[in-house]
């Protein structure tokens, strides 16, 4: 982000830690969402057993990756729709 | 990580990282103890846990943690892929 104003402002130091706090929440919110949803839907829920299985490991690893994938690509598509509609698409991440 | 901030600002963001990471944690702890009970305890015919619940939340608990971990470095090397992917695009 650049500020090219003249006379713009610099970021306060609260702004500037509330920015770097933001985007660590961010962050930690998309941990926690995937955690919840690829345990809904890679873990047996009988819990028969105290360790995952191989199949259930494997199924969680593809399970994030695929939820990455999918993060970007509606990320793009969404800025690419937004912007088609006329809307000042914000930047997404 | 380079966060371009002074010493006294990342002494103020570490102290606000570490009450968030508290509110994680305890985020985490209620998820366990929601999906657990959910999972494992079905029976209401008696008011104590039977053997073959608590057997069920304890194999839950440590399920979860290895489900946690596993997820946990998957997603630091996805999430830096997908840094290193963004800073090549800009």
Redesign the interface.
Known sequence: MSFLGFGRPQPT?AE??AA??NE??V??EM??R???I??MKC?D????????TKG??VC??RC??KF?EAH?SISEQLQKETQARGGAGGFM? | MD????Q??NR??EQ??QK?QVK?FM?VFG?LVD??FT??VDDFTSKAMSNRENG?????V???M???T???E??GE??AA?AQE?QKRM
Do not use: P
Not at chain 1, 45 to 52: A, D, F, P, Q, S
Not at chain 2, 3 to 6: F, S, V
Not at chain 2, 56 to 60: F, H, K, L, P
């Open positions: 130091s500037k830690i770097v706090e660590l929440k962050v930690a941990h926690s995937m955690v919840k690829c345990t873990v829920k009988t819990y028969r057993e105290g360790e995952l259930e490991g969680l690893d994030a990756a990455f970007q991440g | 966060t371009g901030l002074t006294a600002e103020e963001l606000r990282l968030r994680e985020n998820s999906n657990c999972s494992c069920c939340i304890s194999r839950c440590l399920k979860s290895s489900t946690q596993r997820l946990g998957r997603f996805l999430n997908m963004m």
